[in-house]
């Protein structure tokens, strides 16, 4: 008889402790990040290094010891083979270093990223961002921010000014996002790294984010999940859900929105 896996009670306590796992995962990061560390290469040619590997291990155990029901898919460890059972519908995303080429090219704009999935649809996501001291969360309770140490501040998603949209971008994968704006009214255009890009919408400091080259699916559920918590919202280009949990991880293109 199959079991059902019950979602987590999203109480402050189970907040916080997923908050202080990203929290170490970071802090191992940099204590790499700070040193001339070896980079490899992955057999799909994207880079890989012991920052990678040491946070997701972090994460993974934590995890585990948190919510030992739910199974959890972390970059690595996928790519290296490990397929677990998501068959029930609930399982952790992870990519523990996501825009390993800011890290390997010393730019800060690297994030740790925890995402719950249900039935296809982020529930949950923290993105960390250890270089800069700036972590992101959000679920069913709302959307947060919180940099440095400072207070802990509620976000919400804006609606664009009328003198046009300020756009995130790739500083790594342009692929045909010209193009793709030439329906828009641009202002302007941040350039920046991982998934911060979907957060400085949810935090209304940027309006649109679209994205027509590869991405896997850890790259972008934690910061979906923030972001559709405050009030915007992922698609793909033709307006259909982006859902989670299919066979080939890769994701469709896809646009990013606030309100």
Known sequence: MSIRV???KFTDEWIQSLLDLSIAAGEA???IYLTNFETRSKADGSPVTEADE????IILA???ELAPSIPAIGEESYTAGARPNISKGLFWLVDALDGTKEFVNKRDEFTVNIALIENGLPIFGIVHAPAISRTFWGGSFGAFCKHGKTETKSIKARHPAKDGLVVVASRSHRDGEEKFLENYKVKSVINSGSSLKICLIAAGEADLYPRLGPTSE?????GHAVLVAAGGSITQLNGAPFLYGKKNILNPHFVAKGL
């Open 6 to 8: 019950l979602r987590p």
């Open 29 to 31: 990061i940099l204590e």
């Open 54 to 57: 040491k946070a997701e291990a």
């Open 62 to 64: 934590g995890l585990a």
């Open 218 to 222: 850890w790259d972008i559920a934690a």
